[in-house]
């Protein structure tokens, strides 16, 4: 009995049949690769959620869609488990279809595979393009709520967006630099994964604009090839200080700090100001060791909370869920770290 309770459950969580999960288990033919490597999965994830499969209440399967390095999609899974075990009265399962680059048409895939398969809803972080929002539109003619997060898909027919006021974090850290670097003529590098996340792309535009308005001599050089990834990042950085010597200033938009740090260092160049986003491991280490003055950060397990309640709301469950309201950027230094805080 317990044996074949497992069957059913690993067979949900990785959306195919049973009959599919027993011919993976006893390695017989007629599976394909894809779909085996979905199974093996499953039960990664049901490892992580097994503390979920005991509590008693309507349960929802959610996917989770994350075109983003490990270093931020380990901290989305973390926080979305303990997020949800916090929701009363559902208990949430998560399928997680996470890579630190997707293409499109895998990106599009995906979804349509989700679309077929069925699911409670789908929380997406993916570009801002027109292929997205048309697979958004299946979703959801689907009846499958579509949540996006930290970046928006606009235009689209997803149910809600969750996430860190982008625009005021780009205002923040334009604040913090002309605070920090006084009023001198300046050189400031801001480094972003691609141009096509609309976060990352409201970051920028509010950054720029505001030191347009305070500090209309200094020079901006964006860089929007790094795909938050350590060498494409490291080699963008480098060829922006081979290209233009006298940077004093880094606003990472994008992440892979590590590798922004050593594309200075390598340049010789010093970096008076860097500032970046989010408590991930390296980030907690280089605020540690002083070499990022500050970290925008904003409170995942909020976001996460109310997706849950969103999805909920969205399948007729009874539940008081405000509309989202934004995360605020919260200012760390390494001087105010958490002291619970350890990364993943």
């Excluded at 005991?54 to 075109?67: A, C, I, N, P, T």
């Excluded at 390296?282 to 997706?307: K, P, T, Y």
């Amino acid at each position: 009995m317990a044996h074949t309770y497992l069957m059913k459950e690993v067979a949900l969580q990785a959306g195919v049949s049973v009959a599919t999960v027993d011919r993976v288990l006893h390695e017989r033919p007629g599976v394909r690769l894809a779909t085996r490597l979905r199974v093996q999965q499953a039960f990664k994830e049901l490892e992580k959620q097994r503390q979920q499969m005991g509590r008693q209440g309507r349960r929802f399967v959610v996917d989770l869609v994350m075109d983003a390095p490990a270093r931020f999609s380990g901290l989305v899974i973390d926080a979305l488990q303990a997020a949800a075990a916090q929701v009363q009265p559902a208990v949430f399962r998560v399928r997680e279809h996470v890579a630190d680059t997707l293409n499109v048409t895998d990106l599009i895939d995906r979804l349509d595979a989700i679309a077929r398969r069925g699911s409670h809803g789908v929380l997406l972080k993916a570009p801002n393009l027109p292929e997205t929002a048309a697979a958004i539109e299946r979703l959801i003619a689907r009846g499958i709520p579509v949540i996006t997060l930290v970046t928006d898909i606009a235009p689209s027919a997803r149910t809600a967006y969750v996430g860190l006021d982008n625009a005021a974090a780009g205002r923040t850290a334009a604040y913090l630099m002309t605070q920090w670097l006084g009023e001198e003529h300046q050189k400031v590098l801001v480094s972003s994964s691609g141009p096509f996340f609309q976060g990352e792309e409201e970051r920028i535009r509010a950054f720029t604009q505001a030191l347009v308005q305070w500090r209309p001599a200094w020079q901006l050089h964006v860089e929007l090839d790094g795909k938050g990834l350590p060498e494409s990042t490291y080699r963008v950085v480098s060829q922006a200080l081979a290209r233009s010597s006298g940077m004093t200033a880094v606003y990472s938009v994008g992440g892979a700090n590590l590798a922004v740090a050593r594309a200075f260092a390598h340049a010789g160049q010093a970096c008076r100001v860097f500032i970046g986003h989010d408590l991930d491991a390296d980030n907690l280490g280089m605020l540690r060791e002083r070499q990022l003055s500050a970290v925008l950060h904003h409170d995942l397990r909020h976001d996460l909370h109310s997706a849950c309640l969103q999805f909920m709301q969205a399948h007729g469950l009874k539940v008081t869920a405000p509309p989202p309201t934004l995360s605020r950027p919260e200012v760390i230094t390494p001087f105010n770290l958490p002291i619970s805080w350890t990364g993943r």
